[in-house]
Nanobody, 125 residues
Framework: QVQLVEFGGGSVQAGGSLRLSCAAS????????MGWFRQAPGKEREGVAG???????QYTNSVKGRFSIFQDVAKNALYLQMNSLKPEDTAMYYC???????????????????WGQGTQVTVSS
């Protein structure tokens, strides 16, 4: 059974950086996809960054050039490095996993079948 636990969220001023981590267990690193999503109060959950094995990473337009998703398979960890944070980045951030892999829609919420509980990121102006 897949379990995902996010941590690393917190409060930061605009322009600052945070690195989110997702500790994964039960994950099989073949034929899979992983991603980061976020949900702000009163808004729908949206995809931030995602990838599948042997496929290019995708980012939502608002974070391109500022956020970077990467993983350390040996540590069973997924990361989201967030730089130049803006108040509009304030949200609960979630890690997600899917197996088998998909061939499109990497930032679609409905694509993924395993989710963490989230970690809160708050950016003040």
């Amino acid at each position: 059974q897949v379990q995902l636990v996010e941590f690393g969220g917190g409060s930061v001023q605009a322009g600052g950086s945070l690195r989110l981590s997702c500790a994964a267990s039960g994950v099989i690193y073949t034929d899979y996809c992983m991603g980061w999503f976020r949900q702000a109060p009163g808004k729908e959950r949206e995809g931030v960054a995602g990838f599948c094995d042997f496929a290019p990473t995708q980012y939502t337009n608002s974070v391109k050039g500022r956020f970077s998703i990467f993983q350390d398979v040996a540590k069973n960890a997924l990361y989201l490095q967030m730089n130049s944070l803006k108040p509009e980045d304030t949200a609960m951030y979630y890690c997600a996993y899917r197996r088998p892999r998909a061939w499109g829609g990497l930032l679609d919420v409905g694509l993924y079948n395993s989710w963490g509980q989230g970690t809160q990121v708050t950016v003040s102006s």
